[in-house]
């Protein structure tokens, strides 16, 4: 059983910073990559940011040089620093940890979204 929980949404005026984090709760296995998503009401889900087990990183064009993501694999526990926030930053954002059970068997877990609203 694998549980990913998020935390640490609200609301905050253009140009303020937030910090979501999320922890996933998993036992026997490991966590390879954990990434953010986020969705905006009428549009598609869409990839924020993305960190591996190893710590490479990639981001949104949109939210290059604002947004920083950061885990601690010991906690299988991931950081979304928001900074510079925009309107259009929000969205639900929702949590994702792939589960690594074997090599070839990488299943991805999803918490259940914390909403991050960003008035002008």
């Known amino acids: 059983q694998v549980q990913v929980a998020e935390s640490g949404g609200g609301s905050v005026q253009a140009g303020g910073s937030l910090r979501l984090s999320c922890a996933a709760s998993v036992i026997r296995f490991s966590i390879d990559a954990m990434a953010w998503y986020r969705q905006a009401p009428g549009k598609q889900r869409e990839l924020v940011a993305r960190i591996t087990s190893g710590g490479n990183t990639n981001y949104a064009d949109s939210v290059k040089g604002r947004f920083t993501i950061s885990r601690i694999n010991a906690k299988n526990t991931v950081y979304l620093q928001m900074n510079s926030l925009t309107p259009e930053d929000t969205a639900v954002y929702y949590c994702?940890?792939?589960?690594?059970?074997?090599?070839?068997?990488?299943?991805?877990?999803w918490g259940q979204g914390t909403q991050v609203t960003v008035s002008p």
């Open positions: 994702r940890a792939d589960v690594k059970i074997s090599s070839l068997n990488i299943p991805d877990f």
